[in-house]
């Protein structure tokens, strides 16, 4: 043998034992990965993998003071009639940690053995240092200590009713019952119950723009760190610029939102530390169109505007969220559109639960959302205190429920499909009416399309309302304005469709437009266990006239032929 192939012979042979090491290790890391939950990422798509497999949180969140162990009864069956797969629920600092370093599970441990029980996941909100802007969930001993644990001051001097970002002895404790509840989620939730963990609540402050105590005003004067520099695409104007020199107007509300994040960063960098589990953040969002300037809202939580500061600051938050209260439909996409992002997956982790703004999940699906869920869906009193004697779905629980029940026995294949880029969306109001030819609106006044979805090969004219054969009816009841469309690419030539109060009418489009076209087959059914099941094939006036989705979604599998 020459020197030379013995040369190659040793370099394969390195090759092959670098790639045996590498194969095992990546069988290690997969073999860790498929058992937590994670989020993944491909190209500019999002999704949650539970199991191994992407999943779509189909959630609700539950009133404020509805996460104790007495409160439970008014919680599942409400969750049972949503047809939920994950529940939102607080753990509370002052109960979690009564004296300092003595930490009580007891009601973690209830929700985690409850959850299993009503066979669903959660997300734990952790009230810790921030709940909207305030400290209320702060232990009494942390409450009653106000030199350790201080709140911010005002431009004026005064005591603002929310905590100081620069309180070091408050970040020390955060990080250490934060990091003593994941360590014992890791071990008591080996099954992974939990599925992620946000991070405080709604952070920042209402009352004053920034902290102005001496301990932030030092660091506001200082040199603005070189991350937060880069992050927003800022050169200082001198080596110790401070944040009026760099930021001008918006140095007050740029600088504590780095240190409202930083803070967070570092608690969620701590507990992932200990059980790498998806964490976030949520925001109470700014007005998407007109925000006010100087600001009018909480500042110091991840706005639209601060994107960029949020991400270079607390790196361990994977989902920057925004809590939708917004009830002007134009508003309420603008925020959905705000929020999906390259850099960002879209969940909606508190949003209103009435029945006028259930079509907005479809909207959040369209835009790859890995999760939605409205707020105070229990049957406890929201705003007092007490169980509500009769547990009576409002209209908002009916249309909530009436969403996933039909998404509940699909939600693998939906999440899998839109983590392939498969699916569109199209709900009421989310854009001009786009009318047809004119010629073809002469022939059927019914046939205004509100919506056009262009699929692979295919158009879906979408027009919502109720309708009998030929007509739209006169809108009677409120939501009948409220339709919601759904379409997945299943293949060439085959969709799968839901939705409500809404009708489509394929016609093929690109080198096939204007040819000729009929339905193969339509099949109105469900998944089960994967596979969809039809129990009746549609045809006559159930296609005729377009596909029509009424009061009760429904889920209909349609392949389409041209001629
Ligand atoms: C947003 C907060 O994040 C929730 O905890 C709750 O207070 C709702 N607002 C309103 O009730």
Redesign the pocket.
């Known amino acids: 043998m020459s020197l030379e192939s013995l040369r190659f012979d040793r370099r394969c042979a390195r090759c092959v034992a670098c790639l045996i090491l590498l194969l095992g290790i990546s069988k290690i890391v997969d073999a860790q990965d498929s058992s937590l939950p994670r989020i993944v990422q491909k190209n500019d798509r999002y999704a949650l993998f539970v199991d191994g497999a992407p999943y779509l949180m189909l959630g609700a ?1 539950v ?2 003071s509805s996460a104790w162990p007495a409160m439970l009864p008014s919680v599942w069956p409400a969750m049972d009639y949503l047809h939920v797969n994950t529940v939102e629920m ?1 753990v509370y600092w002052e109960q979690m940690e009564p004296r300092q370093g003595h930490f009580d599970f007891g009601v973690v441990d209830t929700l985690l053995t409850q959850a299993r029980e009503h066979h669903v996941h959660l997300v734990l ?1 952790w ?1 810790g240092t921030w ?2 802007g305030s400290n209320h969930y702060m232990p009494q001993w942390m409450k009653l200590d106000p030199a350790h644990y201080p709140n911010e001051f005002s431009a004026d001097g005064k005591d603002v009713d929310s905590p100081s970002p620069f309180a070091e002895q408050t970040l020390a404790a955060d990080i250490k019952a934060f990091v003593a509840l994941m360590g014992h989620l890791k071990d008591a939730d080996t099954r992974h119950t939990v599925l992620l963990v946000q991070v405080e ?2 952070a920042g402050s209402w009352q004053s723009v920034r902290d102005f105590s001496p301990a932030a005003q030092k660091m506001f004067d200082a040199p603005v760190p070189a991350e937060a520099l880069a992050a927003m695409q800022k050169q200082a104007p001198t080596g110790n610029a401070g944040w009026k020199d760099v930021f001008g107007d918006d140095a007050d509300e740029f600088f504590q939102v780095w240190y409202v994040a930083r803070f967070i960063g570092q608690v969620a960098a701590a507990g992932k530390a200990v059980y790498p589990l998806p964490m976030y953040a ?1 925001a ?1 969002v700014r007005d998407p169109i007109s925000p006010t300037h100087p600001p009018k809202y909480e500042v110091g939580g991840p706005n639209d505007n601060v994107f960029p500061l949020w991400k270079a600051a607390a790196p361990a938050i994977d989902i920057l969220s925004p ?1 939708i ?1 917004e009830r002007d439909p134009v508003r309420y996409l603008k925020l959905l559109d705000l929020y999906h992002r390259t850099d960002n997956p879209l969940f909606v ?2 949003t209103i639960g009435q029945a006028a703004y259930s079509r907005f999940f479809y909207a959040a699906i369209g835009r790859g959302a890995i999760g939605f869920s409205p ?2 869906m229990d049957y406890s009193r ?2 007092t205190s007490g169980v509500q004697e009769a547990l009576t779905p409002t209209e908002g629980f009916v249309a909530t429920s009436l969403n996933y029940q039909v998404f509940a026995p699909m939600v693998r294949e939906i999440a899998r499909l839109n983590f392939e880029g498969k699916i569109q969306t199209a709900v009421a109001g989310e854009e001009e009416r786009a009318p047809r030819a004119a010629e073809r609106q002469a022939a059927d006044s019914s046939d205004e399309t509100d919506r056009v979805l262009h699929l692979d090969g295919w158009d879906a004219n979408i027009s919502f309302g109720t309708f009998s054969r030929f007509h739209r009816q006169p809108t009677t009841m409120p939501s009948e304005s409220n339709g919601r469309i759904l379409i997945a690419q299943l293949g060439e030539n085959q969709f799968l469709l839901t939705g409500m109060y809404s009708r489509v009418k394929f016609e093929p489009n690109g080198p096939a437009s204007g040819k000729a076209w009929q339905y193969l087959r339509a099949e109105e059914g469900q998944y089960e266990n994967g596979a969809f099941q039809p129990r009746r094939i549609l045809n006559g006036d159930q296609t005729d006239y377009g596909l029509i989705f009424a009061a009760n979604p429904a889920v209909v599998k349609i392949s389409l032929y041209t001629r």
Do not use: C
């Open positions: 969140q009133n404020n607080p909100l009230f709940k909207n609540n709604e949520n109470s809590d209260y982790p508190e707020f105070g929201s705003f």
